[in-house]
């Protein structure tokens, strides 16, 4: 499994932004598609966004759409997640995800390999 390391989380005001950021351990490797999820107290973790590696090809949870940015840097097997105009909602552990090879079917319901231990995010007055 790849390693992966999140970072960028914190406590933020609603309307604020946060970047997170995931890179994966191993430089050499490449990677079919990153994606991010995310999961409240009590609740089940749900996915945010993810992108593809050879097209850049993104997609994105209706809820965050239009607020949430997702990019990747190849040369450092690493993406973010930039996240504009929060909202108390989107108060989670947010987790990233590594899928190595080919899988079939839509961006959003890509099956991953590896998952990384999350970051806190509180969007709290």
């Known amino acids: 499994q790849v390693q992966l390391v999140e970072s960028g989380g914190g406590l933020v005001q609603p309307g604020g932004s946060l970047r997170l950021s995931c890179a994966a351990s191993?430089?050499?490797?490449?990677?079919?598609?990153m994606g991010w999820f995310r999961q409240a107290p009590g609740k089940e973790r749900e996915f945010v966004s993810a992108?593809?590696?050879?097209?850049?090809?993104?997609a994105y949870a209706d809820s965050v759409k239009g607020r949430f940015t997702i990019s990747k840097d190849i040369a450092e097997n690493t993406i973010y997640l930039q996240m504009n105009i929060l909202k108390p909602e989107d108060t989670a552990v947010y987790y990233c995800?590594?899928?190595?090879?080919?899988?079939?079917?839509?961006?959003?319901?890509?099956?991953?390999?590896?998952w990384g231990q999350g970051t806190q995010v509180t969007v709290s007055s």
């Open positions: 995800a590594h899928r190595k090879y080919f899988s079939p079917g839509s961006i959003a319901s890509i099956q991953y390999d590896s």
């Open positions: 191993e430089r050499t490797s490449n990677f079919y598609a």
């Open positions: 992108i593809r590696r050879f097209d850049g090809s993104t």
